[in-house]
């Protein structure tokens, strides 16, 4: 038995039961792949298994059914995303069978994609790149729109323009379901001046781990340069909070504590009801006014 002479300043911890153990690895390994990425994987499985149904074949890979389905595959799609599939696969794979991956970069295989790919391979197709013609072109069009959206478009279109950004990193995903609130910018970053702005970005494609970068977009990039992405970023920061904006707020918290439409109208020093707009925009709300004597 090894004893430590260092006495330990760790306090005691409850020892863990295997089935705990086993619920808490599996809810670390679900987050060792990002759930878009995780999506991904589940549909190349999907391929996998309907192609061994079709066929007849065991779903456990082996040299030759793997090379059979590359065969296959490469009549349908892209060879060079029979690669991502076959990565997928694998990893959706490898806890049933621990040797898929060994299986994956075996001669016979390495051998039917490159066939593949030289028989119906075919370049990459690249989108082309925006100029700064682009973006003034642009500008001439939305510059002087007043229009929310115009303003968040602006600003995205800019700062991914001079961030060097991914166009994913200042969305969120149609699908809700594929939403992670870590990788959300949250407007308490953002820090700005006459010359500069600049927010933290939690995570990005090339930063696994969270670890984040500060973006930071200056209007002294180039001094011949006729686009400015300062004006604009504050621009749309104008629109999102406005004069009001902080009166709206303070109103539709007090509702919500259930304080009395009466004592919220004696706070805001309004000389009427007006003030019940702010909490008509939220149903739930409405519906607790009515129960006060307001609306």
Same mark, same amino acid.
């Given at each position: 038995?090894?004893?430590?002479?260092?006495?330990?300043?760790?306090?005691?911890?409850?020892?863990?039961?295997?089935?705990?153990?086993?619920?808490?690895?599996?809810?670390?390994?679900?987050?060792?792949?990002?759930?878009?990425?995780?999506?991904?994987?589940?549909?190349?499985?999907?391929?996998?298994?309907?192609?061994?149904?079709?066929?007849?074949?065991?779903?456990?890979?082996?040299?030759?059914?793997?090379?059979?389905?590359?065969?296959?595959?490469?009549?349908?799609?892209?060879?060079?995303?029979?690669?991502?599939?076959?990565?997928?696969?694998?990893?959706?794979?490898?806890?049933?069978?621990?040797?898929?991956?060994?299986?994956?970069?075996?001669?016979?295989?390495?051998?039917?994609?490159?066939?593949?790919?030289?028989?119906?391979?075919?370049?990459?197709?690249?989108?082309?790149?925006?100029?700064?013609?682009?973006?003034? !072109? #642009?500008?001439?069009?939305? @510059?002087? +729109?007043?229009?929310?959206?115009?303003?968040?478009? =602006? %600003?995205?279109?800019?700062?991914?323009?001079?961030?060097?950004?991914?166009?994913?990193?200042?969305?969120?995903?149609?699908?809700?379901?594929?939403?992670?609130?870590?990788?959300?910018?949250?407007?308490?970053?953002?820090?700005?001046?006459?010359?500069?702005?600049?927010?933290?970005?939690?995570?990005?494609?090339?930063?696994?781990?969270?670890?984040?970068?500060?973006?930071?977009?200056?209007?002294?990039?180039?001094?011949?340069?006729?686009?400015?992405?300062?004006?604009?970023?504050?621009?749309? !920061? #104008?629109?999102?909070?406005? @004069?009001? +904006?902080?009166?709206?707020?303070?109103?539709?918290? =007090? %509702?919500?504590?259930?304080?009395?439409?009466?004592?919220?109208?004696?706070?805001?020093?309004?000389?009427?009801?007006?003030?019940?707009?702010?909490?008509?925009?939220?149903?739930?709300?409405?519906?607790?006014?009515?129960?006060?004597?307001?609306?």
């Amino acid at each position: 038995m090894i004893i430590s002479t260092i006495p330990s300043r760790q306090s005691k911890w409850d020892a863990w039961t295997r089935e705990h153990f086993i619920s808490e690895r599996s809810i670390i390994l679900g987050q060792a792949v990002d759930i878009a990425t995780w999506k991904s994987y589940g549909s190349a499985l999907n391929s996998w298994l309907n192609f061994v149904k079709t066929h007849n074949f065991p779903v456990e890979p082996s040299e030759e059914n793997f090379s059979f389905y590359v065969t296959y595959m490469s009549y349908r799609i892209k060879p060079a995303s029979i690669k991502a599939y076959l990565s997928g696969i694998c990893q959706q794979l490898e806890p049933h069978f621990p040797g898929v991956h060994t299986l994956r970069k075996t001669f016979l295989i390495q051998q039917t994609l490159k066939g593949a790919s030289r028989k119906s391979g075919s370049p990459p197709k690249r989108k082309s790149a925006l100029t700064i013609e682009d973006i003034v !072109l #642009v500008l001439s069009t939305l @510059g002087d +729109s007043a229009a929310h959206d115009d303003k968040l478009f =602006l %600003a995205m279109l800019t700062t991914a323009f001079f961030g060097l950004m991914r166009l994913g990193e200042l969305t969120q995903p149609d699908n809700p379901a594929l939403n992670n609130p870590r990788k959300f910018t949250c407007r308490t970053s953002v820090s700005i001046s006459e010359t500069e702005f600049s927010f933290f970005l939690p995570a990005h494609k090339a930063d696994p781990f969270f670890e984040g970068n500060r973006i930071l977009i200056s209007n002294q990039i180039a001094a011949s340069c006729p686009v400015d992405p300062v004006p604009l970023f504050a621009c749309y !920061l #104008v629109a999102q909070i406005a @004069g009001q +904006s902080l009166r709206a707020g303070g109103a539709t918290w =007090l %509702a919500q504590e259930g304080v009395p439409p009466h004592v919220i109208q004696a706070t805001g020093r309004w000389a009427s009801n007006t003030f019940q707009i702010y909490i008509r925009k939220h149903p739930i709300l409405a519906h607790l006014f009515a129960f006060s004597g307001g609306l």
